[in-house]
């Protein structure tokens, strides 16, 4: 799907895709008509029920959405609202998009949450995610490691870890092997299928697959790390705006 433009009224809905190419306000480099309009009065997008994704994972570019306003749900993707200058189109703010109900306090590892999600604790005050990914356990006393791989190895197995009810992985996260990539760089791939027991043994199938091989006890990482505010809920300040008169 391909998409020039900002109308003043927009929607998408009900749209299932393998990848999305959409540029708000383009320039003639961009495409047909690029660069002769630009559209200062209120712009208003609806996006909603749009699933965009290739053979493992989603694949949606978005850039230049100089919008007013924008609602956006049931997507697989986010939508960044950006400005030509700051305050152009008002207040910067960030939508958000997805909120879920925690089963404790802990940040959820193994999954991919775009920015401006929330997620509620279990003992109330929640997370907001600033910057789009994953969290993987890739540092301190025990790193997320794996066992030792082959090439065209289309999966990965625990070395230590609990990837069912500790580190659990989702299929979409996409993570980084040291080494295994071509001429031994590091590999960036996806997990295609959530956690199995295979032999014993925690496992998840990835793709692409593994070009160079590793030895046991390589740490993975995320390859697009999350960032996130964590608000606890001890926080009870109300703000009033000022009155005018």
């Known amino acids: 799907m391909k998409w020039r433009g900002l109308p003043s009224t927009s929607k998408f809905s009900d749209i299932f895709c393998s990848s999305i190419d959409c540029i708000g306000r383009y320039s003639a480099s961009e495409g047909g008509g690029g660069g002769l309009l630009s559209r200062s009065f209120y712009t208003y997008t609806h996006w909603t029920n749009i699933i965009c994704i290739d053979e493992v994972n989603a694949s949606a570019a978005f850039s230049k959405m100089?919008?007013?306003?924008?609602?956006?749900?049931?997507?697989?993707?986010?939508?960044?609202?950006?400005?030509?200058?700051?305050?152009?189109?008002?207040?910067?703010?960030?939508?958000?998009?997805e909120e879920y109900k925690l089963y404790d306090d802990k940040f959820p590892p193994g999954r991919e949450f775009s920015e401006g999600c929330v997620l509620w604790k279990a003992s109330g005050g929640y997370y907001l995610v600033t910057v789009s990914g994953a969290l993987i356990n890739?540092?301190?006393?025990?790193?997320?490691?794996?066992?030792?791989?082959?090439?065209?190895?289309?999966?990965?197995?625990?070395?230590?870890?609990?990837?069912?009810?500790?580190?659990?992985?989702?299929?979409?996260?996409?993570?980084?092997?040291?080494?295994?990539?071509?001429?031994?760089?590091?590999?960036?791939?996806?997990?295609?299928c959530g956690v199995y027991i295979s032999n014993g043994v925690y496992t998840v199938n990835i793709d692409p697959p593994i070009v160079t091989p590793t030895v046991d006890n390589v740490v993975i990482r995320a390859a697009y790390p999350v960032s996130y505010i964590d608000v606890t809920a001890t926080v009870n300040?109300?703000?009033?705006?000022?009155?005018?008169?």
Request: aromatic share 6%.
């Open 66 to 97: 100089y919008v007013d306003r924008i609602r956006q749900e049931g997507n697989n993707f986010y939508i960044p609202i950006t400005e030509a200058i700051t305050g152009h189109r008002g207040p910067k703010l960030i939508t958000t998009t």
């Open 138 to 192: 890739s540092g301190g006393t025990r790193p997320d490691i794996i066992k030792a791989t082959q090439a065209g190895q289309t999966y990965i197995q625990s070395n230590d870890l609990n990837w069912q009810t500790d580190q659990v992985k989702a299929a979409g996260t996409r993570i980084v092997i040291p080494g295994a990539g071509d001429t031994g760089n590091d590999l960036i791939t996806t997990i295609t």
């Open 237 to 245: 300040d109300v703000v009033s705006a000022p009155s005018i008169r």
